[in-house]
């Protein structure tokens, strides 16, 4: 009893995830995603006892003081650290942060000696600031050279000395015009959003107050409101909704990914890097042309290698060509044959599986 059970489990479950496939409607559609959510919930568990068994296993080592424990300081130090600042800030690549573009725009206009709502001499003033930056920018080998990472850096250095970026120091008089047109006081600068969905709830309880919504559908009625609003919102500030937000508003990388940035990507690059030195030592020891398959595997290698590099276009245009040929020929060709190989192997394992043949997941395995 104790294995005919689990047998017995696995074996509806394995062919009703495979009938499901060609018969989707009800009730194989609703067992399979009731399938797909406990499988969910048991990769949540296992996550969380590899965790708690990560955190078991270092911190052993490091109360024992066994060899390499001060490696396992730095291994639970930066799961801790990085699960905080996934908590706090969470794990999103960017956030949103408030920008008082009206403060840096007087701040500005005072620095530069430029007179209130002179949108000319504004102009001209950023565009001398930004000239200045970028000559400071260029000047500095450290910085990457590329026209985009040159853009974002001096878009960086602007936001850091003045507090917003160059488009929206020339929209913040549209941003303090908006924000003294609210009825509402508005304390801070975040507030700005509130007030755009408070315009957009106003446009809402017009036409509804109006009986505009009758006979529509939900989604008719949102798509009149939303066209309403976006029509009039324009019309009034010359800008869409989207445009107003984004001059009150400023997109940074999460601390969550400046870790994945700047820590966990060189460290990877750094470990494949050593991988190169293995994986020469590999081929040197592979290409040896001691049989025809070797021979063969060396010339393909060869002018692939030779293609992929400037030396293979000034030898002629025939050698990165070949070399494409190889990749996407023969190369294809292998790689699907490997492919059909694995994927006939996998449904061979899970029909045994299925049928009772291979228990990997009883004590005992096979037995």
Known sequence: MKKTVPLAIVFVTGVAMIVQFFIPPWPFNVLAETVQSWVRIIAAG?????????????????????????????????????????????????RLIPVDSPAAYTRFIEAKNISVDDAEALDAAIVEEVADIRAEVETRVDVPVTEGAL???????????????????????????FVEAQPQNLDTVDAIP????????????ELFEAGEFEGLTV????????????????????????EMLGASQREVRSPFFWGYEYLYYPLAATMFSLLAFFVASAAFRAFRART????????????VMLGRVPLGDYIGEWVPNLAGWIMSVPNTAGMRAIMIGIALGAVSYSLRIILGYERPYLAGGGD
């Open 292 to 303: 025809p398959e070797a021979t063969l595997l060396l010339v393909a290698a060869f002018f």
């Open 151 to 177: 853009l974002r850096e001096i878009d960086s250095r602007f936001q850091r000395r003045w507090g917003s970026s160059p488009a929206q120091l020339r929209s913040a008089p549209l941003v303090r015009d």
């Open 219 to 242: 989604e008719e009625q949102q798509a009149l409101v939303e066209g309403t609003f976006q029509e009039r919102f324009l019309a009034a500030w010359g800008v869409s909704p989207a």
């Open 194 to 205: 509130r007030a755009i969905l408070a315009v957009r709830a106003s446009v809402y309880e």
């Open 46 to 94: 296992a996550m969380a006892l590899g965790i708690a068994s990560l955190l078991a296993v270092n911190l052993n080592k490091v109360y024992r003081q066994r060899e390499g424990w001060p490696f396992s300081i730095v291994t639970v130090a930066s799961l801790i650290g990085m699960a905080l600042v996934g908590f706090v800030w969470g794990s999103a690549e960017t």
